[in-house]
């Protein structure tokens, strides 16, 4: 495990990489990553029994202005996730605690053209949650924010509902 895989254990947010915005050369785009406790989706015993942390890594990108982020990073570009220093996101935010705040809903993010839904990693389907709105179950997006703070407040999708089976030998016996 390297350094930045350590720090991630944490709980703590950690800057993974940056780069100068293409959109704009004076902003420095930063991601972050931080692991958080699996959502109530995940049966969390059954994860601590087969000795599983119950944990999920998410990020969030931040723009700063290029004179901010440069005496912070040291660079314009830099990736930290092979381990060779750690910047917590405190840092970046003159002490501040921060973290990563997750909301999954229905919607994809109106600002970006290429957000697709949630996989599942295990099966690679698209992962799908219960629309109160519409009544089905429709494909859940995830967003991220990074928030001041140590406790955020994640929004979960709801569970999808399962469609009610009909069992065809069950009606022909009656």
Not at 26 to 47: C, D, K, R, T
Not at 144 to 171: I, K, Y
Request: aromatic share 8%.
């Amino acid at each position: 495990m390297n350094q930045f895989q350590t720090a991630l254990t944490t709980g703590q947010v950690v800057v993974r990489k940056w780069w100068v915005n293409a959109n704009n050369p004076n902003q420095i785009g930063v991601q972050f990553f931080q692991e958080i406790e699996s959502s109530n989706q995940v049966n969390n015993l059954v994860a601590l029994a087969q000795g599983i942390r119950p944990v999920q890594t998410v990020s969030a990108i931040y723009s700063f202005a290029k004179e901010v982020a440069l005496p912070l990073l040291g660079s314009t570009e830099g990736d930290l996730s092979q381990g060779a220093k750690v910047i917590f996101g405190k840092e970046m935010f003159k002490g501040i605690d921060v973290s990563i705040e997750v909301t999954e809903n229905f919607t994809p993010n109106p600002f970006s053209s290429s957000h697709e839904p949630k996989i599942n990693p295990a099966t690679g389907e698209i992962v799908l949650g219960y629309n109160e709105e519409t009544g089905k179950n429709e494909p859940v997006y995830r967003h991220t924010n990074l928030v001041a703070g140590l406790t955020p407040n994640h929004v979960w999708a709801p569970r999808p509902v399962e469609e009610p089976r009909v069992d065809s030998f069950n009606l022909i016996g009656r």
